[in-house]
């Protein structure tokens, strides 16, 4: 198993992209939106501090805190993650992932919310 995780940097304004396998894979599974981990679990030293805010599933198929669970649900959406509507008023009912990580997620979206004393560019370069 392994994830995709897309670490944002609010203090540079950048993004990072990182692949997670094995043990550190298995410690993120059952994790939900908005819950704080450590950054040893992408091998970033342990005084970095991440929030998990988001994701998608292998079919592309988003993650929204409001519903519970990692199963997929159709829900009436008027806006918010997964649907941006053309007009006012605009409801549509759509597939969306539930808030907690399972082994069918593919991609996890987290930011810093605690830096550690090396910055993030010079660990995650390219």
Do not use: C, W
Request: hydrophobic share 35%.
């Amino acid at each position: 198993m392994e994830f995709k995780v897309v670490v944002s940097d609010p203090k540079t304004g950048r993004a990072y992209q990182k692949t997670v396998s094995g043990a550190n894979a298995n410690r993120l599974v059952g994790k939900q939106i908005g819950d704080i981990i450590s950054g040893t679990i992408l091998d970033l030293p342990p005084d970095y501090e991440l929030q998990i805010t988001g994701g998608s599933d292998k079919d592309g198929f988003p993650m929204r805190p409001d519903i519970p669970g990692p199963t997929r649900k159709k829900i009436l959406v008027s806006g918010g993650i997964g649907f941006r509507p053309k007009e006012r008023g605009l409801r549509k009912r759509k597939i969306m992932r539930g808030r907690v990580i399972s082994k069918d997620i593919l991609q996890i979206n987290v930011k810093v919310v605690k830096h550690g004393k090396v910055p993030l560019e010079e660990i995650l370069k390219k």
